[in-house]
């Protein structure tokens, strides 16, 4: 299915996995597959970013390449890939979540990051904001996971730690909860396919 442009009201469990996904690539498709899971999720949305602030634009592939190579690793019932917040005319994470809290008022939905985002957060706008109204799951990263649990943001939300298949089941007044997914790290990355692929276009070869 695709979210429905003006939303709806039916009880769901929403994991909201965002980025630009300049490719899409199996970690993305192991993230969701292991959020699915541990957070018993109904549904897990890839939110392809019409345009990252925090990255520069040079080197991003249009929306509609990005979009395409997002439904490529999704399935089209239980892992979505959608390009929401172009229709919604949003920029900002925190702006998209309140709208979707708006517009899917009895979703339950959860934030799904990798710990680089973690470390990152409170760069993010109203950061504080984005994690007291809506749950965060954060997936380990190769390089990042330590990192991210003795970083700023997990410090100031270590109070609303929890275990992963509790992350839903409580109320969210007076804050959101926060969990780390335990997984396997998944080493694969857009970075690393852009540049080989770089590398094949201009006939160069790696080793031997």
Known sequence: MTPGRFGDS??????????SFNP???????????????????????????????????????LAERLASARRIADGRRIVATDIERRFGTRFTADTL???????????????????????????????GIARHV???????????????????????????????????ESFAPHAAWCLVPARENAASATAIRQARAGVATGERRGP
């Not at 993230?31 to 080197?59: C, F, H, Q, T, Y």
């Not at 190769?142 to 943001?153: D, K, V």
């Open 98 to 128: 309140a709208l979707l809290r708006r517009r899917f008022p009895r979703a339950r939905f959860a934030f799904v990051v990798g710990a680089d985002n973690l470390v990152q957060l409170p760069r993010w706008r109203r950061w504080r």
């Open 10 to 19: 039916r009880r769901r469990r929403i994991g909201l996995l965002g980025g």
């Open 24 to 62: 899409a690539h199996d970690g993305h498709r192991h993230v969701a597959r292991m959020a699915l899971r541990a957070l018993r999720l109904d549904e897990v949305w890839l939110l392809v970013s019409p345009g990252n602030p925090l990255k520069p634009a040079k080197g991003m592939a249009p």
């Open 135 to 169: 749950a965060l799951a954060v997936l380990p990263r190769p390089g990042w996971t330590r990192q991210a649990l003795a970083g700023r943001a997990a410090h100031v939300l270590r109070r609303h730690r929890r275990p992963p298949g509790g992350l839903l089941m």
